[in-house]
T-cell receptor, first 115, second 113 residues
C-alpha cells in the first residue's frame, strides 16, 4: 500500500512572540541532545545542544530545557522572527561508549511565523 | 572554514541502477554519518564512518553501503535502486570524539523513476 507521510505538527506564532517547541525522546540512556532547524531545500542546521547533566542551556535568543524524568526536551525561541520559519527537529544520541555518533531524530515541528 | 560538501545536489536514476553519492566533511573532522530523509519516515540513520571504519549502522538493507577514505571523505552507494529509495540523502560531519555537534551538508536529492 501507499505509505502515509508523517504529519508534522505546526506551530504558528506572531512575529515578536516567544515560541516553544516540544519534543519527547525515546531512550532514557541518551545523554546528549541537539536541536536542528531545517529550511526548505537545505540540510539541518545546528541550533543548540545540551548534555544530560544539565537541565537548561541558553544561546542567542534560544533556550533548551531538558526534563529527564519525563524524557522531554523543549526549545524556546525569544522574539520570533520571520527567518525562524522552518522545521525544527530534536535529536538524541546514546550514552558514551554506546557506539559512535548515531543521532535519532524526532518527527519535527513546522514553525510558521506570521507577520 | 568550509562546510560539509555533498555532490551531486540532484540525481535522477532508473529502477535497478546503482548510484554513488559523495560527502566531504569539514576539515579536521573524522566522523561522517549518512541519513535518509523522506516524507514518510523522516530522518533515519544509515551508517557512520570514523577513521575509515564503519562504526555504527542503521536498519537498512545491504543494498546501502558506504566507505570512507584516508582524507575522511565518504561515499555511499545504493545498488539495485527501488522507487522507495527516492529521498534526500544527508551527510553529517563531526569530530567523532566526545559529544560534539554534527554539521550537515545540503544533501543529495535522489529521484528514482
Amino acid at each position: 500500500g501507499e505509505s502515509v507521510g508523517l504529519h508534522l505538527p505546526t506551530l504558528s506564532v506572531q512575529e515578536g512572540d516567544n515560541s516553544i517547541i516540544n519534543c519527547a525522546y525515546s531512550n532514557s540512556a541518551s545523554d546528549y541532545f541537539i536541536w536542528y532547524k531545517q529550511e526548505s531545500g537545505k540540510g539541518p542546521q545546528f541550533i543548540i545542544d545540551i548534555r544530560s547533566n544539565m537541565d537548561k542551556r541558553q544561546g542567542q535568543r534560544v533556550t533548551v530545557l531538558l526534563n529527564k524524568t519525563v524524557k522531554h526536551l523543549s526549545l524556546q525561541i525569544a522574539a520570533t522572527q520571520p527567518g525562524d520559519s522552518a522545521v525544527y527537529f530534536c535529536a538524541e544520541k546514546g550514552p558514551r561508549g554506546g557506539g559512535g555518533n548515531k543521532l535519532t531524530f524526532g518527527t519535527g515541528t513546522q514553525l510558521k511565523v506570521e507577520l | 572554514k568550509a562546510g560539509v560538501t555533498q555532490t551531486p545536489r540532484y540525481l535522477i536514476k532508473t529502477r535497478g541502477q546503482q548510484v554513488t553519492l559523495s560527502c566531504s566533511p569539514i576539515s579536521g573532522h573524522r566522523s561522517v554519518s549518512w541519513y535518509q530523509q523522506t516524507p514518510g519516515q523522516g530522518l533515519q540513520f544509515l551508517f557512520e564512518y570514523f577513521s575509515e571504519t564503519q562504526r555504527n549502522k542503521g536498519n537498512f538493507p545491504g543494498r546501502f553501503s558506504g566507505r570512507q577514505f584516508s582524507n575522511s571523505r565518504s561515499e555511499m552507494n545504493v545498488s539495485t535502486l527501488e522507487l522507495g529509495d527516492s529521498a534526500l540523502y544527508l551527510c553529517a560531519s563531526s569530530s567523532g570524539t566526545g559529544d560534539t555537534e554534527a554539521f550537515f551538508g545540503q544533501g543529495t536529492r535522489l529521484t528514482v523513476v
